[in-house]
């Protein structure tokens, strides 16, 4: 952002405008936002870590959001009725349940070949060659619905609880319930798509911390350039020279706040400038993949041009959460369609796609957490926000074939934080179709994560709008059996 200043400041000037760049720029003025109406005391007790309910294994999330709802039958739930009746009609199906009515097909076998794996035996299709030896390490949710079929309120839900924008996600209320261990990072981070494919429907509200007070929101990261605005002081300045005016800046506002002393905006806004500056010193070291060794970026695959983009996010998520970030979510995928997971007209070359991008990435971070002593504190996930129809849907002019929405059954997995490795939990029916045996909702799955984390999801709660709010809203049940 420093190109874009075409005159030099003399050594012991001061405007408005270098004030904001030596103080961060937009990151302050974000962070200024996001902790409006919060007092500097409070804004310190917001973020300062606190203890869980309970004694627990985890302390982080690194979610693996597989925006566009993968296919179970094609990914995780292995079904050999599909080959046998492929081709045939599904008894009793409703051609309501998808999206695309009209275009609703027989029963159609996954196109991928699938090989059982780990002392636990589960089966993977070819396109995860590298998670598959981890799958001793996943606890496998088989029987997940969710309440609609089209993405918006869907991603809201699995985010939120709700299938309507304005509430918190997930990543707000563990933030708001556990604090930050970092001083000089956001406690929640988000990555997007970096090819140009688009923000997940929904955009910003995804990872919103809604009612919830703007401090806990998601921060996300540039989808090019630096990950964060402003990241470096202006060459302009010497040394110290930025701690000598964020000193002159906050004895002015300090002493405005006397005479203001109610006006918890200034007050938010002059820790923004602090944060702000921290973060100038902590940020780019976290971002800085150089630092890592030849094998770990040959690992992670940052320079195989298939994956290189999500090598970059997993890599940088395992360096934010070594260094006390809370929760950190990375969309897989864009907008929608072929642009994400969501295989409407080809669900062979989609996923073969897509599970291309992540395979490598996302074993390799299992891999390294491991080794490193990290799976065990840090809750691995990788789920989006419904499944697939175990139908074809036939597109008209190609003779290949996708799947359509299906709300009532996808497959989460989880590892590390304390699940119980190389298990699988529920299942549907022989086609896939639906979730069958011990269901879990997206309030049960909320409520597993919480206490994962050491927090009992009836406990946490925030009180607006008259009432006390959680992210299970009034429902909700740990699923026990995962647990290690």
Not at 400 to 424: C, E, L, Q, S, Y
Not at 475 to 483: E, F, R
Request: proline fraction near 5%.
């Amino acid at each position: 952002m420093s190109g874009n200043i075409h005159f030099a400041l003399p050594r012991n000037s001061i405007n408005r405008r270098a004030m904001l760049q030596s103080g961060g720029g937009m990151t302050a003025m974000a962070l200024a936002h996001l902790m409006a109406g919060k007092s500097n005391a409070a804004i310190d007790q917001a973020l300062s870590p606190s203890p869980p309910h309970r004694q627990s294994k985890a302390t982080s999330v690194i979610w693996i959001f597989t925006n566009g709802g993968p296919s179970q039958v094609d990914t995780w739930d292995y079904k050999p009725e599909l080959i046998k009746r492929d081709g045939q009609e599904l008894p009793g199906f409703d051609n309501k349940t998808g999206f695309f009515v009209d275009q609703v097909g027989p029963l159609m076998k996954s196109p991928f070949k699938w090989q059982q794996h780990g002392q636990s035996g589960t089966y993977v299709p070819e396109i995860f060659p590298n998670l598959a030896r981890h799958v001793d390490d996943m606890a496998f949710i088989h029987s997940m619905h969710t309440e609609t079929n089209n993405h918006s309120p869907a991603l809201f839900q699995i985010n939120t609880g709700m299938s309507r924008m304005g509430f918190p996600c997930v990543g707000s209320w563990v933030v708001y319930g556990l604090g930050s261990e970092s001083s000089n990072l956001p406690a929640f981070m988000v990555m997007v798509d970096t090819l140009g494919r688009g923000l997940p429907k929904g955009h910003a509200s995804n990872w919103s911390s809604g009612f919830l007070p703007g401090v806990y929101q998601g921060t996300a990261l540039n989808t090019q350039g630096s990950p964060i605005d402003n990241l470096n002081p202006l060459a302009t300045l010497q040394a110290g020279d930025q701690r000598r005016q964020l000193d002159l800046l906050a004895k002015m506002n300090a002493n405005h706040l006397v005479s203001h002393a109610n006006n918890a905006e200034l007050a938010a806004r002059m820790e923004s400038f602090e944060l702000a500056f921290r973060m100038q010193s902590a940020a780019p070291e976290a971002f800085d993949l150089s630092r890592e060794s030849k094998s770990i970026h040959h690992m992670y695959g940052t320079e195989n041009s298939r994956c290189s983009h999500v090598a970059r996010q997993t890599l940088a998520a395992r360096r934010l959460v070594e260094r006390g970030v809370r929760f950190v979510q990375i969309y897989s995928g864009g907008m929608e369609n072929e642009r994400s997971w969501d295989g409407h007209s080809d669900i062979e070359s989609n996923h073969r796609q897509f599970a291309g991008e992540t395979d490598q990435p996302v074993a390799a971070l299992l891999a390294d957490l491991k080794n490193r002593g990290m799976l065990d504190s840090t809750l691995v996930i990788w789920g989006g926000e419904f499944g697939r129809l175990p139908v074809a849907q036939r597109s008209k002019n190609t003779n290949a074939k996708g799947r359509d929405h299906n709300p009532h059954a996808f497959t989460i997995w989880m590892a590390g934080g304390g699940v119980k490795g190389g298990f699988h939990h529920g299942a549907t029916d022989l086609f896939g179709h639906k979730a069958e045996q011990d269901k879990v909702s997206v309030n049960d799955f909320h409520a597993t994560i919480l206490h994962l984390l050491g927090m009992d999801h009836t406990k946490l709660t925030f009180r607006y709008s008259g009432r006390q709010f959680r992210l299970t809203d009034v429902a909700g049940n740990v699923v026990t059996p995962i647990l290690a």
